[in-house]
């Protein structure tokens, strides 16, 4: 799966989960297009798939998401499908599902991930290929929102529809903001800007020479979500991060509570 890099890094920046949609339908062309990014991510991983079904969702909801409001008028939405047998599929998918919401984002559509509080059972309606072994782990409404917030989503992000995140010194681990170079910054405060299951922000960072560390704050799921989904989504971030800066590299996995660690090469 290719990385567009400077279109990601933008939508890193401007990405925020809505929950109210208008009627405005996705033109055919850019489903399409959706669709074929989809095709191309999903041979990212074994383990770990997107499913865009064009129809609207209000029924996938179940009434209130989190604290402020309850999701309808998108038309159409994605599933998030995991293989459960598989060691690493929440990291995978959090890193699959973040490139197909941040593929969406530059296109202009708004996206929110829902990882609780909807009918799995009415997912499973519109997806006939599931194995026994896969799991629809989380889904994304798509469609348009209004520029304008409603007042469920202004008392959550507060005045100002801003991220809400933890300092980079509160998040790094051994290491103070102003020790590192510049361009681990960069790649730091991207995955800082990751979207979680009730903003938890699950993740914390190491930085040793030329790699990265993100392990979990604790080892206790919060809400029957695993942080290693959010950690997979502040994977994708980072790297697009860094790449914004020119550190390409690899990941590897580790062991709990550790998550992965990227090396630039």
Same mark, same amino acid.
């Given at each position: ?12 920046? @401007? $990405? ?8 405005k ?6 489903l ?7 095709? $191309?991510a999903?041979?990212?991983f074994?383990?770990?798939?997107i ?6 969702p209000?029924e ?7 604290s ?6 998108a038309?159409?939405?994605a599933?998030f ?7 690493? @599929? =929440? ?10 919401? !941040?593929e969406?984002?530059?296109f202009?559509l708004?996206?929110?991930w829902?990882?609780g ?6 997912v ?11 799991? @629809? ?14 007042i469920?989503?202004?008392l959550?992000f507060?005045?100002?529809?801003f991220?809400?995140r933890?300092?980079?010194?509160e ?5 103070r =903001?102003?020790? !590192?170079?510049?361009?681990?910054i ?5 995955a ?17 020479? &030329?790699?990265? &560390?993100?392990s979990?704050?604790?080892? &206790? ?11 997979g989504i502040?994977?994708?971030?980072l ?7 020119? !550190? ?10 550790? @998550?992965?660690?990227?090396t630039?090469?």
């Open positions: 799966m290719d990385i567009p890099v400077k279109r990601w890094y933008e939508g890193i920046k @401007v $990405r925020r989960s809505r929950r109210n949609y208008n009627s339908i996705i033109p055919a062309d850019l399409d297009e959706l669709k074929s990014f989809v095709r $191309r999903n041979k990212r074994n383990d770990a798939r499913v865009v079904i064009n129809q609207n209000d996938v909801f179940k009434g209130a998401i989190g402020y409001g309850k999701i309808k008028g038309q159409a939405y599933a499908v995991g293989d459960m047998t598989s060691k690493n @599929v =929440q990291e995978n998918l959090g890193y699959l599902g973040e490139a197909f919401i !941040l969406a984002t530059s202009g708004s996206t929110c829902v990882g509080f909807f009918r799995p059972e009415i499973k309606e519109h997806i006939t290929d599931l194995s026994p072994a896969e799991k @629809v782990i989380a889904v994304t409404p798509i469609g348009y929102s209004d520029e304008n917030f409603s469920r989503e202004k959550m507060g005045s100002k529809p991220h809400k933890k300092d980079i010194n998040l790094c681990i051994g290491s =903001q102003e020790e !590192l170079d510049p361009r681990i960069t790649a730091l405060e991207a800082r800007l990751a979207p979680s299951a009730v903003n938890r922000q699950p993740w914390r960072f190491t930085v040793e020479g &030329k790699s990265i &560390k993100i979990v704050d604790s080892d &206790k799921d919060s809400f029957h979500l695993s942080k290693r989904l959010d950690c502040a994977m994708l971030h790297e697009v991060g860094a790449l914004y800066q020119g !550190l390409s590299g690899s990941w590897e996995y580790l062991e709990t509570p550790d @998550v992965a660690s990227f630039v090469k």
